[in-house]
């Protein structure tokens, strides 16, 4: 199977959600920026009193990289779910655009520039914000932008083959309950998995989010070297998903 | 010369075939209606016209192009106009159109200046910052209509663009459409109206259970089988429901 996309009409696809985007986006914004400083909050500080540090880090010094991760991966995965399933069947967006030179590929192929696009944006504002209250080591931490780029693909692209699949939008509470909320609670976020038996490492290995909180945390300690492994993790899978979301949504789209 | 030319074009969704090997041709400047009961497969056939996919087997070209190979070529040259209103509602008038002429690589001065005429020509020239959820059935089709002009299509497919309106908003959208019928532009429709491919079509296929049963003018329909229009359709049509 082929994939074919031009890279011109793919943006013009992505450029309908931003022109939206910039039209709403202080709602959303506020909403999306709201969320990890609560978590920062409760457990850096509430927590943080109990525990003074992890690995020699300050306990809000150590999750701080972990919240850069998650808000860039629930940006993307709202986008690429609830937002592609509601362009796709409620608002018949896909089919307007589909009858003009844009093809399916360069549709499909857009929303995920968008939703790895929501990533970025997410994940530096929370960056900013992070480094503002001095919670950052080292200023490498700008090197994991580019990153974040990558795995808001992977994640848009996981997300697709959920919409591609899925009978109705109440299942994407499965999406959330089964894969996403676990994910968060055991990628390394809050404490070092090695401090649970060893099938949680292992598990947490074919975790996107994991790696993501490798990348954000070993850059944001200065630690650069020790992210490579989770790079070429990302490179792999990014490729090896994309197919899939390709192949899934032509047979829901064209049926 | 063919606009779009048709042989054996087959539809299959599952082990459902909804179109069976029809042959048909649409000629340069005419305006050709798809007739039939619903589920006769009018809408299918349309969809391989405008390349929101591909024919399960046969032979379809458009501009003489294969509608299985340079689908962005062709699609450059269509106006659709679907039967459900696929409006934007996240985008008000005027941003419809300008977002819809994106996709099309047209230069935004010229959007807008194509935007504003077509604005008044569908008779919604006060209405370009109105919201999508604000219009009446009647404007969002008038709507749905400019958006289908946006790139200066030489050939429109209007799938039922009538259905669901009031009397005046049809004569309206009829008005319209012979305005572009003189200006040389092809136009192929389906219509469940007789009265609609009386007054628009210059020849239309009648269509039954996948299958086109005759293809003629609405004349000369008229003259070999006696009565209406209508009658024509209720005699030739609807087969299932006399013979079990």
């Known amino acids: 199977m082929m994939i074919s996309f031009n890279l011109k009409r793919a943006f013009r696809v992505w450029q309908r959600n931003f022109t939206v985007y910039t039209k709403l986006y202080l709602s959303s914004l506020a909403l999306n920026f709201v969320e990890p400083i609560l978590y920062l909050a409760a457990m850096g500080l509430g927590l943080g009193i109990f525990i003074k540090e992890i690995n020699g880090v300050p306990y809000v010094n150590f999750i701080a990289p972990g919240i850069i991760a998650s808000s860039s991966m629930f940006a993307t995965i709202y ?21 003009t030179p844009i093809n399916i590929d360069d549709l499909i192929a857009g929303e995920l520039m968008w939703g790895a696009t929501k990533s970025v944006l997410y994940g530096t504002i929370i960056m900013i914000v992070i480094s503002a209250f001095q919670l950052v080591n080292s200023s490498l931490i700008v090197l994991a932008i580019p990153l974040l780029f990558i795995s808001g693909l992977i994640f848009a692209e996981i997300s697709m083959i959920f919409v591609s699949i899925v009978p109705g939008i109440d299942s994407f509470n499965y999406f959330y309950t089964l894969l996403m909320t676990p994910m968060f609670l055991f990628s390394g976020i809050f404490f070092p998995l090695d401090s649970l038996p060893p099938i949680v490492a292992k598990i947490a290995f074919f975790m996107p989010l994991y790696h993501l909180v490798n990348i954000c945390r070993s850059f944001a300690l200065g630690h650069v070297n020790a992210a490579v492994q989770d790079i070429i993790w990302f490179g792999v899978v990014v490729i090896l998903l994309a197919p899939f979301p390709f192949r899934r949504m032509r047979k829901r789209i064209m049926k | 010369m063919n606009i779009v030319s048709a042989k054996a074009l087959t539809k299959d969704y599952g082990s459902f075939r909804a179109v069976d090997a029809i042959d048909f041709e649409i000629v340069r400047g005419e305006v050709f209606g798809f007739l039939g009961p619903n589920g006769a497969g009018k809408t299918t056939v ?70 504003s005429e077509l604005l008044e020509f569908v008779e919604l020239d006060g209405k370009a910052k109105a919201k999508i959820e604000d219009l009446s059935g009647g404007m969002k089709r008038k709507l749905v209509l400019a958006r289908a002009l946006i790139n200066k299509p030489a050939l429109l497919i209007l799938d039922e663009p009538t259905t669901g309106l009031d009397p005046h908003s049809r004569h309206s959208v009829w008005d319209k459409l012979n305005q572009l019928k003189e200006k040389d532009t092809t136009l192929v429709l389906s219509t469940h109206y007789m009265e609609e ?35 024509v359709y209720l005699k030739l049509t609807g087969a299932a429901l006399i013979t079990p």
């Open chain 1, 79 to 99: 986008e690429c779910t609830y937002g592609t399933y509601v362009r796709m069947t409620f608002q018949k967006t896909f089919d307007a655009i589909l009858a």
């Open chain 2, 197 to 231: 491919a009386e007054k628009l079509c210059d020849r239309v296929a009648i269509m039954d259970r996948g299958k086109v049963v005759t293809i003629d003018a609405p004349s000369s329909l008229m003259r070999i089988h006696g009565g209406s229009l209508e009658d």
């Open chain 2, 46 to 115: 349309m969809r391989v016209i405008y390349c929101f996919m591909p024919p399960s087997s046969g032979d379809v070209r458009v501009f003489d192009i294969d509608v299985t190979q340079d689908l962005a070529k062709i699609k450059a040259k269509i106006g659709v106009m679907p039967q459900e209103d696929n409006l934007d509602p996240d985008l008000n008038v005027l941003e419809n159109l300008i977002v819809y002429a994106r996709y099309f690589d047209i230069p935004r001065r010229d959007a807008l200046h194509s935007a």
